[in-house]
């Protein structure tokens, strides 16, 4: 019962940290023109989103997310910006890599795997570590490790959900 409410409240506490993750990146690039940009990256739980700013304050975003990518751009941005913004981004990138090649693993999954392993496997020593060692000359019911390996069998299933 207690790994139960243990990987409920895992998953619960997994939800709300996976749900935007914000690990900002900026950096200026100088471009073909010699014009100087920032360029924004910030990294979404379903994708990643790019900025553009000029020094004249215009900028110009794009998100790639698991919804299409699309530019969204201030109104008074030139054809001859929206296309230095493509420069930039794919500079940016050439410098940094794709953003969508780096793979983001939720450590949650993993600890919830890890420990769904050891309770399915080890599910004598889940038991003693939990309740047996309060206990002088008691053994665990074969119910009861039939539920831990059960618990961690599900504990393991729940971790790769979290993971992927």
């Known amino acids: 019962m ?23 990146s900026s950096e200026e690039i100088t471009l073909d ?6 360029v924004f990256l910030e990294k979404l739980s379903d994708g990643y989103k790019y900025e553009v700013e000029f020094e004249n304050g215009h900028y110009y975003s794009e998100d790639h997310s698991a919804d299409g990518g699309m530019g969204l751009w201030s109104h008074s941005l030139t054809e001859e910006e929206i296309y230095l913004a493509r420069e930039a981004i ?8 794709d953003p969508a090649d780096r793979s983001s693993i939720n450590p949650i999954g993993i600890l919830v795997i890890i420990l769904g ?35 961690g069998i599900i504990g393991i299933v729940i971790g790769l959900f979290i993971l992927f």
Request: zero cysteines.
């Open 33 to 38: 023109s010699g014009e100087i940009v920032t």
């Open 117 to 151: 392993l050891f309770f399915a496997i080890f599910p004598y020593a889940a038991w003693y570590l939990e309740i047996g060692w309060k206990l002088n000359n008691a053994e665990p019911s074969d119910l009861v490790l039939f539920f831990n390996r059960a618990g």
């Open 90 to 97: 794919d500079k940016y990138e050439e410098i940094h890599g």
């Open 2 to 24: 207690k790994l139960f409410i243990s990987t409920v409240f895992i998953i619960y506490i997994s939800f709300f940290t996976t749900i935007y993750i914000s690990a900002e």
